[in-house]
């Protein structure tokens, strides 16, 4: 079982691998803001020590989600602060859901770099364009591209080309002394090729290069698809996160 410091350290590096557009801290907790893209940054991350009374942290929480016109979302795991916090949430009617696996590897072995993986330091036209393409939020774009130039932590951007035309496309961060997966995405008529597993050492790769000695990735519990190729690749569970989401919205002040 991993430790509290663990779990924190994970989420602080996948807090710098897709950071809010605007992050507010509030005793101890992480306040996201990024016009709704991704629960992940929009929500409440309780990461450290609390000290407020709770009811009047949760109050404080609902609004200002409200005042953006959002609901309020927190995102937990075993080692949020303060520990009862889940079960006060229970109580109050926020809803439990989204449960999601972030599973490691340890980089303790060489692997090769694959040929015909791109690898660039920013997403280009081409990268952002197969995301657009492939991507289910394609119509938050700029949202996402916006929120992929504020990170400051070493990261990368892989494509596979066919036909003069990128077909596949992935990202990845380093923080913590972990790289983190991201954003897979293959065009629907070039899968089952081997594209995911090139896509996935390729980044793998890059970290190394970085300095990275352990990698990690996010996967719901309810995608079957994708953990059959990240067991493939010897990724293991290592702890889990769900999200309490409020049942109802304050009104906007």
Request: with cysteine.
């Amino acid at each position: 079982m991993p430790t509290a410091n663990e779990i924190t350290e994970l989420e602080e590096a996948a807090a710098d691998a897709l950071p809010a557009l605007q992050t507010q801290r509030f005793d101890g907790w992480l306040l996201g803001f990024s016009e709704g893209y991704t629960r992940r940054a929009n929500s409440v991350m309780p990461l450290y020590e609390s000290t407020l009374p709770l009811d009047e942290k949760v109050d404080y929480c609902r609004g200002e989600y409200a005042s953006v016109s959002q609901p309020c979302i927190f995102k937990l795991t075993e080692a949020s602060n303060p520990g009862d916090l889940d079960q006060h949430l229970a109580s109050l009617a926020f809803t439990r859901e989204a449960e999601t696996l972030v599973k490691t590897l340890p980089l303790d072995s060489p692997i090769d770099r694959p040929h015909g993986v791109d690898l660039l330091e920013t997403p280009d036209d081409e990268w952002m364009d197969v995301w657009e393409r492939l991507s289910p939020r394609s119509a938050l774009s700029p949202v996402f591209l916006a929120m992929l130039l504020n990170i400051s932590v070493p990261s990368v951007y892989a494509t596979i080309r066919q036909n003069d035309r990128c077909v596949a496309c992935a990202r990845a961060t380093v923080s913590n002394g972990f790289v983190g997966l991201f954003d897979l995405l293959v065009a629907p008529q070039y899968r089952r090729r081997g594209f995911g597993t090139d896509l996935a050492q390729a980044r793998l790769w890059w970290g190394i290069q970085q300095g990275a000695t352990n990698a990690y990735l996010q996967v719901m519990s309810a995608n079957s698809a994708a953990r059959s190729l990240q067991l493939h690749l010897g990724f293991r569970e290592f702890y889990r996160y769900w999200y309490r989401t409020a049942a109802t919205a304050l009104p906007a002040p």
